[in-house]
């Protein structure tokens, strides 16, 4: 039997799209409308690059030898800056560019929630273009990609990354290029993840530039299964499949977290996209394998397991019948874990590290700013408690909202859908969580894409670009150079980046607009397909 991820029942729901045939046919962008479109947008990521590049190691490491070009002695290389604090002209292109990418980005997903029906592959064409700069870039906003590098040369001699830390290695490029923050600290990443680590750097020849290179090209591979994976959960579900890959891989979140800073959770949420495809297409137990091998990346697609299970009964299950299912997902998880366990020759030491990034801190972390504001009150009421002697409580007070939330939808998983309730529980936790990075919150939001309409809708958008821009660079830095400059030039700046938020694009060239009515998010979550146990 094979139980299909949308809920069970036997309703139809007309949308938009499917409408669509019976009514005069939706207008679509030309070619000139979407040349302007693809023009934009790389202009956008070119303006992040090059500012990406001049900003030096407020941007990117600005090691000698970590990339090919923007680092000491190599091409570029002068342009770079050695401070800590990005050049004004710098945070103009950055931020003016990231601008001019969201109002593209906005533009054409306004484009496409009110003319249904455009070609995904179009789509997909428009985000390759603006994703060449940032293809080309070095690795920007994060340092975690010569974490990965170190650790596959660890795993490729044979050292047990949940032993040792990169330090181990010694004074090697890979341990020098490393962030000294995690030089001594075991790996949190799974066998999956660590196995095609070792095997990369096996490949580039121990040479790690080379290794860099492969490093971003399985993250492009992770990003291409999520743009394989949505268009089918978003028909599964009656919803416009190159919006969802739109709002979702498409996204400016994805662009410059995933792909230009060469995370390791673009593999994660791809093989967890993928997996929920497999499920509904080919079987629960085959959906089951592929999620748990996302889960070797990183645990928190442990949770794609988890609802498949639950939901694997089918409709009108009892309570012991889910359990049962969901024991038996469990041991499929298991069972594949163990194999790529044994592939990577690193055991199950990840379980143990699974939280070592929690120890780090960040000023945008929602648990941190709760934290700090309750130990600024207690300064003023004269019973002074630190900020990180408050946190620890609001950590475990984040983490129990979280269970509970978690516990919530997975019990509503059976009636509102899979792909929803899962992307609303790893948003929760995202967020929740003891220290939340830009790229974290990636993991609610493209799960959440093949149903992002409504009010969804309305905030994957604005809980992305939000982070968009919180994860170019550390607010802190922004704020001391713009003390460190004369006002009018910080004047100048925000006139600039002003101009660049409101100037009218000629972006496309769309006919007659048709505003269609929008069922309720609810409805087209919980009964877009027909579902159930089918033999």
Partial sequence: ???????????????????????????????????????????????????????????????????????????????????????????????????????????????????????????????????????????????????????????????????????????????????????????????????????????????????????????????????????????????????????????????????????????????????????????????????????????????????????WAGPGASVRQRLAHTALAGFVGLATMEVAAVVSGTGWGWIRTTTTADASFTGITPINIVARAVSIVSHIVQIPISTMQARPAFIALGLLVAVYVGYRLLLRAPTDGVVKCLGLTLLVLALLGPIVWAWYVTWGLVVLAPVAVGRLRTASIVISTFWAFAGVTALHNVFMRLLHTFVLTDLLLVAMLLAVAITPLPQLVSGRRRRLPTLNPRVLAGSGASAGATT
């Fill in 1 to 311: 039997m094979e139980l299909a991820i949308p809920p069970s029942t036997s309703t139809t729901v007309t949308t938009r799209a499917s409408r669509l045939p019976d009514a005069a046919p939706a207008s679509h962008p030309g070619a000139l409308g979407l040349a302007r479109t693809s023009l934009l947008g790389l202009l956008g990521t070119t303006a992040i690059l090059v500012g990406s590049v001049l900003g030096g190691q407020s941007f990117e490491t600005h090691l000698a030898g970590a990339w090919f070009f923007g680092m000491p002695g190599g091409l570029f290389g002068s342009f770079g800056s050695n401070s800590t604090l990005p050049p004004v002209a710098s945070l103009a292109l950055v931020f003016g560019g990231l601008i001019l990418l969201t109002r593209v980005w906005l533009g054409l997903l306004r484009h496409l929630r009110d003319n249904p029906g455009f070609p995904v592959k179009r789509v997909v064409f428009v985000v390759l273009i603006w994703a060449v700069p940032l293809l080309l870039a070095p690795p920007l906003f994060s340092r975690d990609v010569y974490t990965y590098a170190a650790q596959g040369e660890m795993v490729s001699h044979h050292i047990n990354p949940y032993s040792y830390g990169p330090n181990v290695l010694g004074a090697t490029p890979f341990n020098e290029m490393n962030d000294s923050v995690w030089s001594g600290t075991e790996s949190p990443y799974g066998p999956t993840f660590l196995a095609a680590d070792g095997a990369l750097d096996q490949l580039s020849g121990h040479q790690i530039l080379a290794d860099l290179v492969l490093l971003r090209l399985l993250e492009v591979a992770g990003i291409a299964l999520m743009v394989a994976a949505t268009p089918t959960l978003a028909r599964s579900l009656k919803h416009d499949p190159a919006h969802a890959v739109l709002i979702g891989a498409g996204s400016p979140l994805v662009l410059l977290s995933l792909l230009a800073a060469d995370h390791n959770d673009a593999l994660m949420l791809g093989l967890l996209m993928a997996g929920l495809a497999v499920a509904q297409r080919f079987g629960m137990i085959s959906g089951m394998i592929v999620c748990s091998l996302a889960a070797g990346v990183k645990s928190p697609a442990a949770l794609g397991v988890l609802f498949l299970g639950w939901v």
